[in-house]
């Protein structure tokens, strides 16, 4: 992939115009295969509660969850830019226990930067992070770990009111230093004006073409859920495949054709 990317290469990107590419990853598996493919970033996401833990929502996963998935995917992806999110109450008990916790996303997990949702309450703690040496990549819009208090997934920025106050927002958490943004399900053209206004890149979900970059999760883009996001796009069909491919293993078990010679000592 040549020279890892940092900070500082994703502000060239949007300098450029060159979009953002980031994915999902919680394992070495496909984390490796994302190395492979050149993706941009790689984000350790708290989705690992629903795609993988069997979680209804984000809200149970926990800092040592999230660094053991982190260790993972460093493994699998040595040379990669890695993102971890903040788990739920990892970063909303006071700054001092913050800051600990976020430092230790990055030196247990060997991630480049933290992921916080963002809300004007984060913005002096996301400061301090960054005069620590802890890059923040900030998180707004839907935000998945406030589901319960927002009454369910639902678009953030429809109404002049609260689209005013997300540009708000946007610009002082670049103020207070984070190097860049996720916009999750606003709408296409508020995105556009917030990328636009900002330096730093935003990398959208659910957000329309107008950010520097976009996220995914990586079941939805594979087809390994039972629910396809209207955000979402599957390339692959992995979940029918991988089903059928269990089934042929336990119909040549059950009819004594498998294992044969071939598979035998």
């Known amino acids: 992939m040549g020279k890892k990317k940092t900070v500082r290469t994703f502000r060239k990107m949007k300098r450029d115009g060159e979009k953002i590419v980031m994915l999902t990853a919680y394992d070495a598996i496909t984390a490796a295969m994302a190395q492979a493919a050149e993706i941009d970033l790689l984000l350790i996401g708290d989705s690992v509660g629903t795609t993988m833990m069997g979680y209804a929502d984000t809200v149970p996963v926990t800092v040592e969850d999230m660094i053991h998935h982190g260790k993972m995917v460093r493994r699998g992806a040595p040379d990669m830019f890695l993102v971890c999110d903040m788990p739920f109450l990892s970063y909303h008990c006071g700054d001092d226990d913050a800051i600990r916790n976020a430092g230790r996303c990055l030196r247990e997990t060997g991630s480049d930067c933290v992921k916080l949702e963002s809300s004007e309450s984060t913005v002096p703690l996301i400061r301090r992070m960054v005069d620590a040496g802890i890059p923040v990549m900030a998180h707004i819009g839907l935000l998945p770990q406030h589901v319960k208090t927002s009454g369910g997934y639902r678009i953030a920025g429809r109404e002049e009111e609260e689209a005013a106050a997300l540009k708000k927002l946007a610009l002082d958490l670049q103020d207070a230093g984070a190097f860049s943004m996720v916009l999750e399900c606003v709408p296409a053209a508020l995105s556009k004006e917030i990328s636009e206004m900002l330096e730093i890149p935003t990398i959208g979900i659910g957000a329309g073409i107008g950010c520097d970059g976009q996220v995914q999760v990586m079941t ?46």
Request: aromatic fraction near 14%; proline fraction near 4%; avoid cysteine.
């Open 220 to 265: 939805d883009l594979l087809g390994m859920g039972t629910f396809v996001p209207k955000h979402a796009k599957q390339y692959a069909q992995l979940g029918k495949i991988i089903t059928e491919a269990f089934a042929s293993y336990r119909a040549e078990v059950k009819d004594g054709s498998f294992p044969t010679a071939e598979q035998s000592f």
